[in-house]
């Protein structure tokens, strides 16, 4: 039933969903499906009072697009750090610029998921326990070569910066982070 009311979405009642019964459709925070709505990845519909709302066959296009399951369409990033906060936010905005995005809580992990699938840049934290970012550098420039996966560096310490470049990552960014700065580094590298 189309209503002829022209600020208001046409279609029935249940073809349109709120913010929150919208994220909770796609297992997301509202925060993220905000996000989406602002970069137009999904459509969404303001109100006069700048509520969103989300017509139900356009969330069930997004997700046959890029549902659990389906193929990458971006480069693949693989994030190394042993704070899951930095893996999620950083993973959660680097899919939101097309990447496709492997994280890992450690070095080994991090080596572990590089036998599996080659990614196109690594984002590799320095300071982590037991085999800490510059190891796993080395490691990976042993297996692959140097300079044949990119990788970014980033740490805390300040001083880093230099090293960094001395053992070959081709970036590096200081935590905290700009989180701009690493997408950004992350972009010039690879672009989506």
């Known amino acids: 039933m189309a209503s002829s009311d022209p600020r208001r979405p046409a279609g029935s009642e249940n ?7 919208a994220a909770k459709f796609l297992g997301v925070a509202q925060s993220t499906i905000r996000k ?18 989300y017509k139900r066959a356009d969330l069930e296009a997004f997700l046959d697009r890029s549902g659990p399951g389906k193929p990458a369409r971006g480069p693949l990033v693989l994030v190394v750090d042993d ?9 959660i905005n680097l899919e939101m610029e097309g990447y496709a995005v492997r994280d890992a ?4 992990d991090g080596l572990a998921a590089l036998e599996e699938e080659a990614p196109d840049v690594i984002l590799l934290d320095v ?5 800490d970012g510059w190891e796993m550098l080395r490691r990976v420039q042993e297996r692959h070569g140097v300079g044949s996966i990119p990788v970014v560096m980033f740490s805390g310490q300040l001083d880093a910066e230099h090293e960094a470049a001395e053992r070959g990552a081709q970036g590096f960014v200081g935590k905290p982070f700009d989180l701009r700065a690493l997408i950004e580094q992350t972009k010039q590298i690879v672009p989506a």
């Open 127 to 131: 300071m982590m326990p037991q085999v």
């Open 15 to 21: 073809d349109w969903l709120t913010l929150g019964q």
């Open 105 to 108: 809580a450690n070095a080994e």
């Open 36 to 53: 989406w709505s602002d970069l137009g990845r999904v459509p969404a519909f303001y109100t006069p009072g700048g509520h969103r709302r």
């Open 83 to 91: 704070d899951p906060q930095v893996r999620e936010v950083v993973r």
